[in-house]
């Protein structure tokens, strides 16, 4: 008899195992199995079950297309009608501008255009600017006293766009052109002095580089210590230089393990040239140099050697 043990027992029809139950236990298949697929639907069961939901699927997806075609239908016709009601209305629009049209115009073309704009404004919801006699002249006190456009518009409580046409209104062709000058020629003035003021910062500020430079080179040449001993008299080493004033200042630096040659050199280079920010440079240029991490601490250490040695050939006269 076959063995069941390595079949798939989902490919087992569960009608069939329900009649086979001794054969399925005979094959070696567990009873708790046989009783778990003989709890299942047959295939033909199922089958069944599934043709049932397709039908009722189709039944739910057709009357989803009758009712969405009933609704097409519904809103053509109603965009049909609002098409009919929207043509009629063109002709009672025609009629009204007509009795617009005829009305008279007793009034001069500039109070007109002025009745119209403010008839426009009014029905905007926008105020209306209108000037005074005693606002149009104090408008131009102002603009002769050449005041800026935002200053005599405070003082109007207006905007500057109301105030700027208002002028051009009612201001002359002198009043129009002096005040631009006079506006450019104290901008240019102003231009001016910006720019002499940059250049006298400029020049204060170049000079102030000079001086600090002496200083730096007139300290170097009269003290032989580098700069930051103070800070390096912490260090468990002894930071010493040549203190004869018939000797130079100068260090011997021997390169070792952690210094080569092209390391030493730059930390040469940059222990004479820059003052400021002392080790900290030092390391910097090395590794610009050479691309080798050294820390502050070994840099402060080769120094505080190389014064011991140039401080020991000087006492034993070599």
Request: net charge neutral; charged share 35%; glycine share 4%.
């Amino acid at each position: 008899m076959a063995s069941f043990k390595y079949l798939d027992m989902n490919k087992i029809d569960p009608g069939w195992a329900r009649k086979h139950r001794m054969t399925l236990w005979a094959s070696g298949v567990s009873p708790y199995k046989v009783e778990k697929i003989c709890a299942k639907p047959s295939f033909s069961e199922m089958a069944a079950s599934a043709e049932k939901e397709y039908a009722i699927d189709e039944a739910l997806a057709k009357a989803k297309e009758e009712g969405a075609k009933e609704a097409l239908q519904k809103a053509a016709a109603e965009n049909k009608a609002a098409q009919k009601n929207n043509s009629a209305k063109p002709s009672a629009l025609k009629d009204t501008t007509v009795s617009f049209a005829t009305a008279p115009a007793n009034n001069n073309a500039g109070t007109a255009k002025d009745a119209d704009s403010e008839e426009k404004k009014a029905g905007s919801g926008k105020p209306s600017f209108t000037f005074s006699a005693e606002e149009d002249k104090l408008l131009l006190e102002l603009k002769n006293e050449n005041k800026s456009w935002k200053d005599i518009a405070k003082q109007l409580k207006k905007p500057q766009d109301a105030v700027k046409n208002r002028f051009k209104e009612i201001g002359s062709d002198d009043q129009k052109t002096v005040p631009q000058k006079e506006s450019k020629e104290s901008k240019k003035e102003s231009k001016k002095e910006a720019k002499e003021s940059k250049k006298e910062s400029k020049e204060s500020k170049k000079e102030s580089k000079k001086a600090n430079r002496d200083k730096t080179n007139g300290n170097s040449a009269t003290q032989p210590e580098l700069p930051n001993r103070e800070a390096d008299q912490s260090e468990d080493w002894d930071l010493q230089t040549i203190t004869e004033a018939d000797e130079e200042d100068y260090l011997i630096l021997y390169p070792d393990s952690v210094f080569d040659e092209d390391a030493l050199v730059a930390m040469a280079r940059a222990m004479y040239e820059d003052h400021e920010n002392y080790y900290q440079r030092i390391v910097s240029r090395i590794y610009d140099a050479t691309g080798q991490r050294i820390s502050m601490s070994a840099v402060k250490r080769k120094v505080a050697e190389a014064r011991n040695q140039r401080r020991g050939h000087h006492e034993t006269g070599n």
